[in-house]
């Protein structure tokens, strides 16, 4: 049988570093809001809609003609969006226009843009 990753060959813990890495990990609360924060960027959907307004704001009518989807389903990971703060909107008369919410944003998906990339 194959395996799929390796193990040590012995069982051997190096207390040292066990102590050190448990000092300077996360709050078990942090790491759930984390965890809850990526799980975002599992949805392609949403993806495709952060990556439309990349460079630019767009209306739920643009957004939803881009992605060749109707406006409900848009407005719907819209709201998931926005409640991540991921991304923000605002008003001009009768029509919302949606950007990303800051430019850790685009860093983000450039970060994963460039793992996904990487040889």
Known sequence: ??????????????EKDVKEVKEKMMQDELILDMAEFFKVFGDATRVRIMYSLFDKEMCVCDIAAVLEMNQSAISHQLRILKAKRLVKFRRDGKIIYYSLDDDHVKEILDKGLLHIKHK
């Open 1 to 14: 049988m194959k395996k799929d990753i390796e193990v040590c060959e012995i069982q051997c813990i190096h």
